[in-house]
């Protein structure tokens, strides 16, 4: 009998491995250390990405792709397309953002879009990681008093 259990157990690990399975342990620490699969449908508090130059530096030419036409150039809220929006594309220099500024809420606006405004979902144009590099740039934008502002930033 035990035999029996013995190689039945081996064989559930062999066409785990062969199917390319893991076990969860492994990997929720896979996607831990790799943000961009991270499942984003709870996002964390905090970026995994680190603020840092490259970081910023991605982010910001996703902004200039993707969001300059309607926050502008420099994050007023004044870009060309947002001028018949209402309402008004955010003041991204502003210490205060009316849709929330902690990590998690600048990702899951991004990601989802805001309900009743122009801002659209940008979920399934960008990367999990690619958003993660937005909000690190987007938190350069504002004004020291917000948040500090993050080391390497650009602005």
Request: proline residues 7%.
């Amino acid at each position: 009998m035990r035999a029996v259990i013995s190689s039945l157990a081996f064989l559930v690990v062999l066409m785990a491995l062969v199917s390319g399975q893991t076990p969860a342990t492994n990997r929720d620490q896979t996607q831990a250390s790799n943000p961009s699969q991270t499942p984003a449908t709870n996002p964390p508090q905090v970026s995994p990405v680190g603020p840092d130059a490259s970081s910023i530096a991605a982010g910001r030419g996703i902004y200039e792709s993707s969001c300059a036409s309607c926050h502008g150039d420099y994050g007023k809220g004044d870009g060309r397309l947002g001028e018949e929006l209402s309402p008004k594309p955010t003041d991204l220099t502003s210490s205060t953002w009316s849709h929330g500024s902690t990590d998690r809420e600048v990702f899951s606006e991004v990601r989802n879009g805001i309900k009743g405004t122009g801002m659209k979902a940008f979920g399934h144009k960008l990367t999990t990681h690619q958003i993660w590099d937005l909000v690190n740039y987007l938190h350069t934008l504002r004004p020291a008093r917000g948040r500090s502002r993050p080391s390497g930033s650009i602005n």
